[in-house]
């Protein structure tokens, strides 16, 4: 790497300039002529039938243009990307508190907001589902017509009942973990208007314009050609936006009132509308072998789903395949169970499953480690996957396998090395005792087997000799539109400044897939590089023509094509974009696609497995715990990651810190608390999530190159692998500080302060 110019290099944002100077254009920050504003009416209950809807009230109110129910969706009446079982608009029932019943555009937000209150809803109640394990009996209310297991997927591999009888050592645990809000800065907001074509087009913040371009068509009833979605920029996303959210209302409401209408959720509503982390009960039974060898691992998963399907039952299959760990294991037995409740909805976020089961795993490697007298990090590195090894559901790892060395790379770090002199507390204050937290984990790269996973770009010539480049994908703060912009500078010699990027935009990028699953840069980058690779040869080809010289003559140089051996004879690509426009009235564009490889295998009724190709990363946590209290204070970090090779130094750091302190959050104070099925905690001022101040002084972050030749530049995706193992290398390290062991998350002061005094009692 060390002969790249851009590729590996600390290179600035291309986005940087406009965030900073306030100039980016969000979508809550768009103003069009005539513009009207929306608001959506929300269930009263969080189940019950809808008896009647009245809305002539609210119609009749001066200032507003149109109000609409289920009776004005002109095509089918849900969502969602794999069952689309989410009303637009509620017809006969509503299961969570936050779905929708009406809306309403009028000409100002106050008059919209005095519109809701004059609708009428007459609402029939229901029981109520609120536990994910009672929802599983016979006997229990229903949430859909078909019950309330959405998906169950059951993994078996080897004799775990007969593993778990000749364990030596056995860890048995029931783990518990909180629903987590995104928390992204800009709420679900948006603008949808008719332009001049006649077309519709929704300027909403999401993670796959070409994929609500299709969900939209069906709702509306329209062609998806005469609908374009623009989902950049985004103000933060981590899994909220991959599912449709506002969209097919405001689509509706300019399409039925021919004005633009728009709406940006105050962050209550944001809150007690939309996706969540799913909440999971593990059930985990562990066997090891005396020498610390993993003999079984037996675990019952139990997702609350919350009211509809979403991305529910892939999240489910991903927290199945990672339920082990990044470990070999013959013997495993894995149940899991995706149920509906009426506890609002959840969806994607980022880590999808893993860190639900890294939370269980890496805990009880802890206790192991302890039972047996085996250091943590050795203990780790007896099981850990190898290249070549079967992963516990029993694919083979052919690709770049990264345990050992982030392992190795973490046991270096200054924080392991010293961590004994770290915990000694300080003489005058006993009461705060210190600790160190280890954990290890992985995160499959990609959509996994059997689904469409490909990256798709557009790369045109501009008439300054410089390139634009569209991808479907989207930059919602992680970076991807800065590297695609390095790999298309890289592999057409041309200056980084010389290179636009055009991102989320289903008429003007190429299709590439959603923005999740770690597979941005790896999908986006491959495609760059492909429809680069085509572009060097349509400029090499008019070269030869205008030089009159063979193409094995031919080289590229900076900004140019120059004769082998003889560097004063060249021809610049601007001189190019001339000869394109003069002889062809057009500058050449090509297209790159790239489909994903995949596993050798796939396993039946389990959609999405086995992944292929993997990141993997180790944390580290240095702890001070207040014993008179139970607060806990994160006062450094480490993360040995293994993305293949480092794109952009400046960008996996932001990566690791940020994925570091989002973890945190999820660990210790993050949790979305509802009861009865209402939201008790909708802003955040009761929602706590980290501030400032609560982020350690220093994340150090251990690049681990270890190239993934199917990659861009041999490139892999980090971003969520650097955040699901940090809430367990908390909780390991509050064990080592006060000896206690947490079991649910996140571990508020209240509830580490309560397993103290249990210790205490005992």
């Not at 109520?128 to 209310?141: Q, Y």
């Not at 509706?252 to 728009?262: E, G, I, Q, S």
């Not at 529910?312 to 894995?334: Q, S």
Request: aromatic share 8%.
């Amino acid at each position: 790497m060390n002969n790249m110019k851009y590729v590996g290099k600390e290179t600035p944002r291309i986005d940087a300039l406009p965030k900073a100077t306030g100039t980016i254009k969000y979508m809550s920050d768009l103003v069009f002529p005539e513009m009207l504003y929306a608001r959506i009416l929300r269930s009263k209950y969080p189940h019950a039938k809808i008896l009647k809807i009245d809305s002539s009230k609210a119609k009749a109110l001066p200032g507003v243009v149109a109000v609409v129910t289920h009776e004005d969706v002109p095509g089918v009446n849900g969502f969602g990307i794999v069952v689309p079982d989410m009303p637009v608009l509620c017809k006969d029932k509503v299961r969570y508190i936050g779905d929708t019943v009406a809306a309403v555009a009028a000409e100002s937000e106050e008059i919209a907001e005095r519109a809701l209150s004059l609708i009428d809803v007459e609402y029939e109640p229901l029981p109520l589902v609120e536990d994910p394990e009672k929802a599983l009996l016979e006997n229990s209310p229903k949430v859909h017509e078909n019950g309330n297991i959405h998906l169950h997927t059951e993994i078996k591999r080897g004799d775990p009942s007969e593993a778990l009888k000749k364990a030596d050592l056995l860890v048995e645990h029931t783990f518990y973990t909180g629903r987590q809000e995104h928390a992204f800065l800009e709420t679900e907001g948006g603008v949808a208007f008719i332009g001049a074509d006649g077309n519709l087009n929704v300027y909403a913040g999401s993670q796959y314009p070409q994929r609500d371009q299709l969900q939209l068509a069906r709702c509306l009833s329209i062609n998806p050609r005469k609908i374009r979605v623009v989902s950049y920029p985004v103000g933060g996303a981590f899994g909220g936006k991959d599912e449709l959210t506002i969209q097919p209302i405001i689509g509706l409401l300019a399409l039925k009132t021919k004005r633009p209408v728009k709406i940006t959720l105050s962050r209550e509503e944001s809150i007690i509308s939309y996706w969540k982390r799913h909440p999971y009960i593990l059930k985990y039974k562990v066997g090891f072998k005396k020498d610390g060898t993993l003999v079984v691992v037996d675990a019952t998963l139990i997702e609350d789903k919350g009211a509809y399907s979403s991305l529910g039952g892939p999240v489910l299959n991903l927290a199945v395949e990672h339920a082990c760990g990044p470990y070999r294991v013959d013997n495993v037995h894995i149940d899991g169970y995706a149920v509906f409740t009426n506890n609002g909805v959840a969806g994607a976020c980022r880590g999808f499953g893993a860190p639900q089961t890294s939370f269980a795993i890496e805990t009880i490697f802890d206790i192991a480690a302890e039972k047996l007298g085996i250091d943590p990090i050795a203990l780790r590195k007896k099981n850990a996957l190898r290249n070549g090894d079967l992963t516990p559901i029993g694919n083979k790892l052919t690709t770049s396998i990264g345990t050992i060395k982030v392992l190795e790379s973490i046991e270096k770090s200054a924080l392991w090395k010293n961590r004994n002199k770290l915990k000694l507390a300080d003489p005058k204050k006993q009461w705060l005792k210190r600790g160190v937290g280890i954990a290890l984990t992985y995160q499959g790269t990609g959509l996994g087997v059997g689904l469409p996973d490909y990256g798709g770009a557009i790369l045109s010539m501009d008439e300054d000799g410089g390139f634009t480049v569209g991808v479907g994908t989207v930059d919602y703060g992680q970076g991807i539109g800065t590297s695609y912009a390095q790999f298309v500078a890289e592999t057409m010699h041309c200056p980084i400044e010389k290179i636009k990027v055009i991102l989320g935009d289903s008429l003007l990028s190429a299709d590439s897939g959603p923005t999740s699953a770690s597979r941005g840069v790896y999908t986006g980058g491959k495609a760059s590089v492909i429809a680069a690779s085509k572009m060097k040869e349509e400029l090499l080809s008019k070269a030869s023509r205008v030089m009159s010289l063979p193409c094995e003559s031919l080289e590229f140089g900076n900004e140019c094509l120059l004769e082998k051996n003889k560097p004063n004879h060249y021809i610049s690509f601007k001189s190019l974009a001339d000869k394109f426009i003069e002889e062809e009235n057009k500058l050449p564009m090509t297209e790159g696609y790239f489909l994903v490889p995949t596993a050798e295998i796939k396993i039946e009724k389990a959609e999405g497995l086995p992944h292929h190709i993997f990141a993997f990363s180790a944390h580290l946590a240095y702890v001070e715990v207040n014993t008179l209290t139970g607060e806990v204070r994160v006062i450094e970090g480490a993360e040995a990651v293994d993305g293949g090779v480092v794109v952009n130094r400046q960008g996996y750091e932001a990566q690791v810190e940020g994925g570091f302190v989002m973890g945190m959050g999820y660990g210790l104070m993050e949790d979305l608390i509802i009861k009865n099925g209402i939201v008790k905690n909708p802003n955040f001022s009761t929602y706590i999530i980290p501030s400032i101040k609560d982020a350690p002084y220093n994340i150090e972050t251990i690049p681990v190159v270890n190239p993934e030749d199917t990659g861009p530049f041999c490139a892999k995706g980090i971003a969520e692998t650097v955040m699901v193992a940090t809430a367990p290398a908390i909780t390991n390290a509050i064990h080592d500080a006060v000896g206690v062991r947490l079991f649910k998350i996140p571990a508020t002061p209240e509830a580490v302060y309560m397993a103290m005094k249990r210790k205490a009692i005992d």
